[in-house]
């Protein structure tokens, strides 16, 4: 794993920014069907789009933005650990 978290965003912002587009597209596609019918779906894969593929990976860039540059793995002799930075 790369020093930089893979889900990681450059700000807890622009993060949380993305989830609430991410994750507001997605319940527009589903609340909006009966309104719009099936052109309401074109949400989703924007929705899907904004959270990069999958609502377990925003979760997951969630935890590693709010952790960047305060845990840091140390490696010594074999054996790694997180330790605060």
Do not use: N, Y
């Not at 997605?26 to 069907?33: C, G, S, T």
């Amino acid at each position: 794993m790369s020093g930089q978290g893979d889900f990681a965003s450059a700000t807890l912002t622009r993060h949380l920014l993305r989830g609430a587009l991410g994750f507001g597209g997605i319940a527009a596609a589903f609340a909006l069907w009966p309104v719009t019918g099936p052109v309401s779906l074109l949400l989703a894969p924007l929705g899907l789009v904004a959270l990069r593929g999958c609502p377990m990976c925003w979760a997951i860039g969630l935890a590693q933005t709010l952790s960047r540059g305060r845990l840091r793995r140390e490696c010594h002799d074999g054996q790694c650990r997180l330790e605060r930075a």
